[in-house]
């Protein structure tokens, strides 16, 4: 890529006014003419520079569109991306990075059921787990590519032996499976953390592609920290993994650092310069640290890369991943931008986000774009009536094509047991056993016999508390009564097992919910601190079952629970005693390492 260096920085006033300028916006790294006379004899500068540039220009007032000064056969690419197909594929990390959300670890069951509405969604992979992460991971992995066909299974390995034989052990039941490996590129990464040189990088991470090629030939090789690397370091150890075999690459801006244009030409030059570029399939995987992680991938997607990375209601670490439900609305909706094509079936979009945020305990907030409750609401007068004479003039998609239908299931007291395991098999819901069944069905019943309406977030709430393990549930609820009278202390009394021992409590409290909660603390005395509590109604209507998510955290670890009920106070203890299955789980989740 050429750069016309010296008509960019005559446009910011020459050298001197350029320097002065950097220099008042950034104090603590100033730039000196002698530093921007270097970049226009070298017709280039540092991609650090290039953020501040376009950061300048919006201080200043100025339009700042880089493309505008490249020149030669670079220019002939602007506005346009590079011919890589119209064909996106959509790689979701909700059950690998999105699992790394605080307390918001899953049971395999869960992991499996999750998938499930993943390969119903039409996603083209599923990141199920990091193998090497501890047994758990490994088993859960495996549990989902023995039961999902249509959707690639993939596992995340560092660059490491034991890393890629415990993924490739893990996805070998797949009919399609996929090995993801990584290490990181950037100076502060290999410097500080990984304590290599540049070439032993590069050394580990071919070894890594070559080694993974025995059990899979869909191999990712990732650059964690991408976009703070060095462009021709990344272009050197790309070409040299797609010598080793990799077949995709991914460019991950690990710690929501980049802004959309920059990523956009990024991927155009980093694509332009890798030798083999134009013979794999490159992804965006982007964090959402500044609120721009749907923004940077779609700005990948221009400059080039055909596979985005993602969660289903941008779940995961510190502020999240990237959206998929705003992704692929995004390139649906504006195709005359982005002109690619996603297989996502968009009306399991709700879906989808329901299940994952049932099963976390992550509520979705109302105001969220395309799942949020308000998603289509239309408060102000103006709206509405333009909405009722023609939908289209307020709505640029409707309700309909990403889920939002009245999903209630036609079921009462007097139904069967096969029309609702059928029910339960076309939500996705399988339970291993007569037993399982049986004990949901009773479930079902005591729920319709509270409630006239059953919805199906109202089955999911309701398996999510059955799935619970003998050996998880050492605090099983049993039963609540509850006193509040205005003016006087709430009381409550709580019977609930421990250990398989029966135990009774009682307590005042604040409120009738901190009541419970100290009742139940008066017995099992986990010393934990309750650092969140939530309450999100499942469904519409006054009779709507109530979902509680109560985290806890003891020692560094932290844990959700959730309960769910028609009575409140009672889905509030649900979740308190979920909370604590999980704090004393024997079974414990490693990280070995933070998103890529």
């Known amino acids: 890529m050429q750069l016309d260096i010296e008509r960019l920085i005559e446009d910011f006033g020459g050298p001197s006014v350029l320097a002065e300028a950097l220099t008042a916006s950034f104090p603590d790294e100033p730039v000196t003419r002698a530093a921007v006379y270097k970049w226009r004899e070298r017709g280039s500068l540092p991609l650090a520079q290039l953020n501040k540039l376009a950061l ?31 064909r996106l594929y959509i790689f979701d990390t909700t059950l690998r990075d999105g699992e790394q959300s605080p307390g918001a670890a899953m049971t395999k069951e869960e992991k499996v059921r999750i998938a499930r509405q993943l390969e119903r969604l039409g996603v083209d992979v599923i990141e199920a787990g990091f193998a090497a992460a501890s047994p758990g991971d490994a088993d859960a992995i495996r549990a989902i590519a023995e039961v999902v066909k249509e959707s690639t299974v993939c596992s995340l390995a560092r660059a490491n032996e034991r890393d890629i034989r415990a993924a490739g052990e893990a996805v070998a039941p797949a009919a399609k499976k996929r090995i993801h490996t990584f290490i990181a590129t950037s100076p502060i990464h290999m410097e500080k953390k990984l304590r290599m040189t540049p070439d032993e990088v590069v050394e580990a991470a071919v070894k890594a592609v070559k080694l993974a090629r025995e059990y899979t030939d869909d191999v990712e090789f990732s650059a964690e920290d991408a976009l703070r690397s060095d462009i021709d370091f990344l272009a050197r150890i790309f070409g040299e993994v797609i010598k080793a075999g990799a077949t995709t690459l991914n460019v991950p801006d690990t710690v929501g650092y980049a802004v959309p244009k920059i990523t956009e030409t990024f991927f155009r030059e980093l694509i332009a310069k890798t030798p083999g570029g134009d013979k794999v399939v490159w992804s965006a995987h982007c964090h959402n640290d500044l609120g721009m992680a749907v923004a940077n991938s779609l700005g990948a997607v221009l400059g080039g890369a055909r596979q985005v990375e993602c ?19 995004a390139v649906r909706t504006r195709k005359d931008v982005f002109n690619v094509e996603t297989r996502v079936d968009a009306t399991q979009i709700v879906p989808a986000s329901k299940l994952v945020s049932t099963i976390t305990g992550y509520p979705v907030q109302p105001n969220k774009a395309i799942v949020g409750a308000n998603a289509f609401a239309h408060e102000s007068g103006i709206h509405q009536d333009g909405v009722l004479k023609h939908r289209e003039t307020y709505e640029i998609m409707s309700a309909e094509s990403v889920g939002w239908t009245a999903n209630r299931l036609t079921l009462g007291k007097l139904s069967g047991r096969n029309a609702f395991r059928t029910k339960l098999t076309a939500l996705g819901i399988v339970l291993d056993s007569e037993e399982a069944l049986n004990a949901a069905f009773a479930r079902f019943k005591e729920l319709a016999d509270k409630k006239r309406e059953i919805f199906d977030e109202d089955l999911h709430a309701l398996v999510s508390d059955q799935l619970v393990t003998a050996e998880q549930e050492d605090y099983k609820f049993v039963s609540l009564k509850v006193a509040t009278e205005t003016g006087e202390a709430p009381q409550a009394q709580i019977v609930f097992v421990e250990h398989g021992n029966e135990q009774r409590a009682e307590s005042t409290g604040s409120g009738p919910v901190d009541a419970a909660f100290k009742a139940i603390e008066s017995v099992v005395k986990s010393e934990a601190e309750l650092e969140l509590y939530s309450v999100n109604a499942i469904t519409k209507g006054t009779e709507s079952q109530g979902e509680v998510t109560v985290r806890l955290a003891k020692d560094g670890r932290i844990v959700n629970g959730q309960g769910s009920d028609t009575d409140i106070i009672v889905a509030s203890a649900k979740a308190y005693l979920a909370a604590l299955n999980k704090l004393h789980s024997k079974t414990e989740r490693v990280y070995a390492q933070g998103p890529v």
């Open 311 to 329: 969660t289903i209601n941008g779940l995961g670490e510190r502020a999240g991943n990237a959206a998929m439900e705003e992704i692929v609305m």
């Open 56 to 86: 300048l220009a919006v201080q200043q007032g100025k339009r700042f569109d880089f493309n505008d000064y490249l020149t030669g056969a670079a220019a002939s690419v602007h506005g346009r991306s590079p011919d890589m197909g119209d």
